[in-house]
């Protein structure tokens, strides 16, 4: 954020005109940011291109290509967020608002189709030999719910070591 920017940022706190609700970041953070997006995002595409050439070369281990690919998408995005929360970079200069809403709704989708997952046919972790689509599924949206429980904690750590910052 230049100092430019940012001199508009308190303008706006200061008169009291609505600030927009994008998570603000420094330079430090940016930049560790970037690198653990880099990275999860050269794992996910790493993955899935080897599943892709295993399925195709005729070595089918799972009934669908996409329930692979939910795993290395929630496996990937676990990983981001434990790599950004020990570098200090899960949240932003402005609080951690957004990253909790973010969890919530994470939760709460993986509930609701954790749920829809369940109610339809039965349950089967092998299913013709390979890996079923519903039980990768299942496993994602638990995965789902994982992180977003993990960031809720996370969020919760922060705000209490920043309280007690402030207290000094």
């Known amino acids: 954020m230049s100092m430019k920017s940012f001199d508009k940022f308190c303008e706006k706190l200061i ?3 609505p600030v927009p609700q994008k998570e603000i970041f420094d330079e430090r ?3 560790l940011r970037t690198k653990s997006l880099v990275m999860a995002l050269t794992c996910f595409g790493s993955l899935s291109a ?3 050439m295993l399925m195709d070369c005729g070595i089918k281990w799972c ?3 996409f329930g692979p690919i939910a795993i290395f998408m929630a496996v990937c ?3 981001f967020l434990l790599d950004n929360a020990r570098r200090g970079s899960l949240f932003g200069v402005n609080g951690t608002a957004k990253a909790t809403s973010t969890a919530v709704l994470f939760i709460i989708q993986g509930f609701v189709f954790l749920l829809i997952q369940m109610d339809e046919e039965p349950f089967c972790v092998i299913k013709d030999g390979m890996v079923s689509k519903k039980f990768l599924l299942i496993l994602f949206f638990v995965m789902e719910i994982v992180c977003g429980i993990i960031t809720i904690i996370l ?3 922060f705000n209490k070591s920043r309280e007690s910052e402030e207290e000094k």
Do not use: I, M, P, R
């Open 15 to 17: 008169t009291g005109e």
């Open 29 to 31: 953070q940016n930049v």
């Open 50 to 52: 080897a599943n892709t």
């Open 63 to 65: 009934e669908s290509y």
């Open 77 to 79: 995005y676990l990983v």
């Open 155 to 157: 969020a919760h750590k």
